[in-house]
């Protein structure tokens, strides 16, 4: 069964940063694209960040590039999503998920749709 927990949500002011993880177990790390998602009260969900081992490729979202950086562990089957320099407007609940296919992360970007398998998510809250 393949689960997915992410952690290191938080309250923190802006301009902060946080170190937010995905836990990954029942799947080979290799196989699989893993991707950040985030949804904030009343929008949209936003596709922030994937990659994909296998292919040696990250895209980020326009409105996090240069922020936020994304990184693997396959040793301990592990993903992160570093966020600096943190803005109110990053506030959401932040969910990584994985996709069946490692190629679902293009270097345009990557879809919801794709992906198989959710973490609960995780709150960032980022005051002003």
């Known amino acids: 069964e393949v689960q997915l927990v992410e952690s290191g949500g938080g309250l923190v002011q802006a301009g902060g940063s946080l170190r937010l993880s995905c836990a990954a177990s029942?799947?080979?790390?290799?196989?699989?694209?893993i991707g950040w998602f985030r949804q904030a009260p009343g929008k949209a969900r936003e596709a922030v960040s994937c990659i994909s081992s296998r292919l040696g490729r990250t895209y980020y979202a326009d409105s996090v590039k240069g922020r936020f950086t994304i990184s693997s562990d396959s040793a301990k089957n592990t993903w992160s999503l570093q966020v600096n320099s943190l803005k109110p407007e990053d506030t959401a609940v932040y969910y990584c998920a994985a996709a069946l296919r490692y190629s679902y992360c293009s270097a345009y970007g990557f879809s919801s749709r794709d992906y198989d398998y959710w973490g609960q998510g995780t709150q960032v809250t980022v005051s002003s």
């Open positions: 029942g799947f080979t790390f290799d196989n699989y694209a």
